[in-house]
């Protein structure tokens, strides 16, 4: 009996030693047979305010799939979260009270900066060179702003590189930066990241 109990006990202890440990406390990763445009809008909880914008922006299309220049895309998905900080954040003359106060161009662009032509999963993107504001993979989004899409890897017990794999975009312009709190979240016609709740939406 103890030696079945030893190998038990052995066996768990070495399969939470793999590299690739996980530390997801973002959306599950998942994939969707629907569009992207009918997975936002299933989830309340994370896209509702997203799906407002998209359609007060007339972006439909592309995040359906039904515009012909755009059969595939990857989106850095604000959370409702982030949008919510956007309107708790505001300073100046004008603050706005809902998505519709925004002059459309505004949200179109704001939605415009975080999407990407193509599919794009997590290991499209290389890693940075740690300890740099270098490395990834430059992208460039669908009005045109320059984004440095790149990996990180932690530690783990001390040990470097061998514990969770993070994805962050930096757009160099703006100097605007955002953790991924979910990757790969595939439709039929994209991918999404989730971003992390900490970030506030912004036009890039």
Known sequence: MKTILFICITVTLL???????????????AYHDCSMMDYLRSDHNNWDSIVVAIEYAGLTGIFEGTNPDYKEITFFGPTNM??????????????????????????????????????????????EIKGTLTGGTEVYSLNNVKLRVYRTQSEFNGIPDIGAEGLKIHAEISGQMADIASADIETNNGVVHSLSNRFTWVEL
């Open 82 to 127: 982030s949008i919510r900080k956007f309107f708790l954040e505001q300073t100046g003359e004008k603050i706005y009270q809902s998505i519709r106060e925004i002059p459309v161009e505004l949200v179109r662009n704001m939605i415009l900066a975080y999407l990407v032509e193509g599919k794009k999963m997590k290991e499209s993107f290389d890693y």
């Open 15 to 29: 399969a939470s030693c793999e590299k690739d440990y996980q530390h997801d406390t973002g959306l599950a990763d």
